[in-house]
């Protein structure tokens, strides 16, 4: 199957910035969708992007929307999450997720990271 390693998450201040990554490997081939997800403790994991990896088309969560934004560079089988403006609510660990439909169900999903932990301060 696909593997998927998450990497750029960090501390960060309230309206800061940061760019994660997720560089996939093996059977890459599998899989249509990349997404990113979301979770903090004791909260259920929660959809925050995806994309295609062939054509225009994404998804956004309406908490993100207008602050993140999801990208991809084929050549290197990497999706990215930019993002901007961020709140301390955004805090948690940030899953990648590779699938097969723009979907918000995590079930939806075949193969995940480990994740990266983003903390936003106030």
């Known amino acids: 199957q696909v593997q998927l390693v998450e990497s750029g998450g960090g501390l960060v201040q309230a309206g800061g910035s940061l760019r994660l990554s997720c560089a996939a490997s093996?059977?890459?081939?599998?899989?249509?969708?990349m997404g990113w997800f979301r979770q903090a403790p004791g909260k259920e994991r929660e959809f925050v992007a995806a994309i295609l990896w062939s054509g225009p088309s994404t998804y956004y969560a309406d908490s993100v929307k207008g602050r993140f934004t999801i990208s991809r560079e084929n050549a290197k089988n990497t999706v990215y999450l930019q993002m901007n403006s961020l709140k301390p609510e955004d805090t948690a660990v940030y899953y990648c997720?590779?699938?097969?439909?723009?979907?918000?169900?995590?079930?939806?999903?075949?193969?995940w990271g480990q994740g990266t932990q983003v903390t936003v301060s106030s």
């Open positions: 997720a590779a699938g097969g439909e723009l979907v918000r169900d995590a079930e939806r999903y075949f193969a």
């Open positions: 093996g059977r890459t081939f599998s899989s249509r969708v």
